[in-house]
């Protein structure tokens, strides 16, 4: 890889000034040369702004969070043992009928 490519894998430790010194002049040489890499280096400063804002932020869930989320738990488990309970007894009915009506048997206990 070469110095330029490695360059735009640089952008978010050089925004975050993360960067030794010769890894920061190389960048450095690169924006100068690069409106497109400018362009993405502002990008990086924007959503670091962001990031920064967000993570000033108290985020809590809302009162009732934990009950919808084990409510669905609940029914996706429910439903899940439900069908899997009705498939059985599809199975069997099918296996059944056609056992009555003289069709082909399975392995298990055919002719």
């Known amino acids: 890889m070469s ?3 490695e360059v735009p894998e640089l ?6 000034g993360e960067l030794d010194t ?3 002049e190389r960048v450095t040489r690169a924006l100068a040369e690069s ?7 502002a990008r990086y400063r924007r959503l670091f702004v ?4 967000l993570a000033e ?8 969070f934990d009950r919808r989320v084990m409510r ?5 488990w429910y439903l899940g043992t439900t069908v899997r309970f009705l498939e059985g007894i599809v199975g069997a ?19």
Request: no cysteine; hydrophobic share 40%; aromatic share 8%.
């Open 93 to 111: 009915y099918g296996r059944a009928v056609r056992y009555y009506l003289g069709g082909p048997r399975s392995a298990k206990g055919g002719r």
């Open 57 to 64: 932020e108290d985020v809590a869930p809302d009162a009732g």
């Open 3 to 5: 110095t330029h490519d």
């Open 22 to 24: 010769e890894a920061q």
């Open 11 to 16: 952008l978010p430790a050089y925004a975050a």
């Open 35 to 41: 409106a497109r890499l400018r362009e993405e280096l």
């Open 72 to 76: 669905q738990i609940a029914i996706q």
């Open 50 to 53: 962001v990031l920064a804002a």
